[in-house]
């Protein structure tokens, strides 16, 4: 399949390329100011400006092309301006590739006493120094611009799980209403790119609607928020069935926050180009390994003499060069070389995870794909555990 395959149509500053389709599932290539991303794609999780434990060079190793760095943490620091003045989060933290920042509203949102939420953005206390900050949607577009983020998330309110229908609806129109705003204090750029992102809680009639009016105000990409939060993963894939068949086909779509394997797999198969979750790395950072034949506890006790790898057909630095045992012994002695070789593990698993999908969904053989990784899920490898 080739990779510089003619952009699908489109007015904004991104380019999306479809270059391969199986099903609702889709291959194909993001095109930004600081390089190409292919989807499906992981995006591993820089909150504050590092991916935890690890150097760029190690996060590149990986597979990944595209981070995620957060705009609460960085505002409040070492902040955007600061950022800005020098030369932005590319050079600040040495990342040449495609950067996506969110909004900033969820963490807001989980502040719970510290913030006010009113319809002109949200006033919260930091949790660092208590000192007030305002959030409104154009100093979210503001604050992002100074971090020179390839792609844009709009401000929105994450509505809690659960919440009664009125409640969704009441939110998701706020939402809907800053999306508007965003989209006006947006400046667009080749190569730069603003994601709406459609709320409405577990009520497809909403997502819908959020949906339309999304698509009435015209974005770049358009993100399916306000999930992971409990709901469980068959209302999180209802949801998406209600609410993929009416995003556009032109335009990448991504499933915010949400980093299990399995949830991956399951929104790949219903459409969805991009993710991102902490998972992978806070896992690394807890003694937990993903791998083909499930979850690996390395403070287990029944690893203290094991010399296998984590996974013999994984080709990363932790799995060529270090036994199960010694990994065991680096937790259990509180070394940070522990998280730090499990981390790397991880994200080379979760972007191995998407360069299979990508080749399955070329090759029209994701069912197939899928039937394989069900069944590793289910059987695992219980003596390997």
């Known amino acids: 399949m080739n990779d510089s395959a003619a952009p699908v149509a489109g007015k ?8 391969a389709e199986d099903g609702p599932a889709r291959r194909g290539l993001i ?26 060079e190690q996060v590149q190793a990986s597979g990944a092309e595209i981070i995620l760095g957060n705009t609460y943490h960085l505002m409040l620091r070492p902040g955007a301006e ?7 989060l590319h050079r600040f933290m040495n990342w040449p590739g495609p950067i996506l920042t969110d909004s900033g509203g969820y963490q807001v949102m989980s502040l719970q006493e510290l913030r006010k939420i009113t319809e002109e953005g949200v006033t919260f206390r930091s949790h660092l120094d208590g000192e007030r900050h305002n959030l409104t949607p154009e100093r979210a577009m503001e604050i992002q611009a100074l971090l020179d983020s390839n792609i844009t998330m709009v401000l929105d309110e994450c509505t809690p ?16 209403r800053w999306a508007a705003r965003c989209r006006a204090a947006f400046t667009q750029r080749p190569g730069y790119g603003l994601f ?23 974005f770049d990409g358009y993100a399916v928020g306000g999930l992971a939060v409990g709901e469980g993963q068959e209302a999180m894939f209802d949801v998406l069935d209600a609410t993929i068949p009416h995003l556009p086909r032109a335009q990448p779509r991504y499933l915010m926050g949400i980093g299990k394997p399995a949830d991956i797999v399951g929104a790949v198969q219903r459409g969805i180009d991009m993710f991102d979750c902490v998972l992978p790395t806070r896992s ?69 995870l998407m360069a299979g999908l990508r080749q399955a969904i070329e090759d029209q053989r994701l069912d197939d794909f ?14 390997a555990l």
Do not use: W
């Open 12 to 19: 904004t500053g991104l380019e999306f390329a479809l270059l």
């Open 284 to 352: 690394g950072r807890t003694g937990q390994a993903f791998t083909r034949r499930g979850s690996i506890n390395l403070r287990n006790a029944r690893h203290q003499e094991d010399q296998r790898p984590l996974d013999p057909d994984c080709p990363c630095p932790s799995c060529s060069d270090y036994s199960r045992a010694y990994l065991h012994h680096l937790f259990k002695a509180k070394e940070m070389l522990g998280p730090i070789l499990l981390t790397r593990h991880n994200l080379h698993y979760y972007q191995e």
């Open 196 to 218: 709406g992102i459609v709320q409405g809680g577990v009520y497809p009639a909403l997502r819908r609607t959020s949906a339309e009016a999304l698509i009435e105000i015209g």
């Open 370 to 383: 899928v039937a394989g990784f069900a069944r590793q899920e289910a059987e695992g490898d219980i003596a």
């Open 82 to 88: 600061r950022v800005a003045r020098l030369g932005g």
């Open 31 to 56: 095109t930004t100011a600081h390089g190409p991303v292919k989807t499906p794609a992981f995006m591993t999780v820089g909150t504050a400006g590092t991916v935890k434990g690890m150097t760029t």
């Open 161 to 176: 799980f659960p919440a009664t229908e009125t409640e969704a609806r009441e939110s998701m129109e706020r939402s809907m």
